[in-house]
């Protein structure tokens, strides 16, 4: 599968100094997880909090063969427990 950035992923990539290694490796764990469906999903990477200060939240889309990374940000949140 081929992983496209959107131009808005780029930019909030570029924004918050994020490595697209991350981002890559984030995807590609959930897809080995769940399957890859055509859809939307979301996903949040916990154990990266330590280098960006928050968990990584990556947005994508699975369409055919393709991924496309809708938008990757810190998630300036706290975990609900």
Known sequence: MK???SRHARRRI???SIDEGDVRNTIETMLLDIGADVGKY???N???SEKY??????VFSVEGKDIIVI?????KREKNR
């Open 53 to 58: 200060g928050y968990p990584l939240k990556v």
């Open 42 to 44: 979301e996903k949040i």
């Open 3 to 5: 992983i496209n950035f």
């Open 14 to 16: 570029k924004l918050y």
């Open 46 to 48: 916990y154990s990266l």
């Open 71 to 75: 938008t990757a940000y810190p998630l």
